[in-house]
């Protein structure tokens, strides 16, 4: 079993930036790819980021060039930093962790989620 918290989600005006924290605990020999994911209201789950234990990342289109995930192995803890924050980013977003990048998202372990809203 893993467990996840998340923090760093709010309230920000287009533009601006917001870091959010994900600390892993429990079974954490199990996991290599770590992730972040958002579901906005009326849409399905889509992925926004990855990162495995040794560094290999994967974005989504929409965030390239504004968003930046990074992960510090000895804190077991993922990162999400999000720049140049747009309206289109408001959802509810939520840390993964499975046990490796070709792994199903699902057979990993979730977060509760954290709000973050992006108001123009």
């Known amino acids: 079993q893993v467990q996840l918290v998340e923090s760093g989600g709010g309230l920000v005006q287009a533009g601006g930036s917001l870091r959010l924290s994900c600390a892993a605990s429990?079974?954490?020999?199990?996991?290599?790819?770590m992730g972040w994911y958002r579901q906005a209201p009326g849409k399905q789950r889509e992925l926004v980021a990855s990162?495995?234990?040794?560094?290999?990342?994967n974005y989504a289109d929409s965030v390239k060039g504004r968003f930046t995930i990074s992960r510090d192995n000895a804190k077991n803890t993922v990162y999400l930093q999000m720049n140049s924050l747009e309206p289109e980013d408001t959802a509810v977003y939520y840390c993964?962790?499975?046990?490796?990048?070709?792994?199903?998202?699902?057979?990993?372990?979730w977060g509760q989620g954290t709000q973050v809203t992006v108001s123009s």
């Open positions: 993964n962790a499975r046990p490796g990048w070709y792994h199903n998202a699902d057979l990993g372990s």
């Open positions: 429990g079974s954490i020999f199990s996991i290599d790819t």
């Open positions: 990162i495995t234990r040794s560094g290999r990342t």
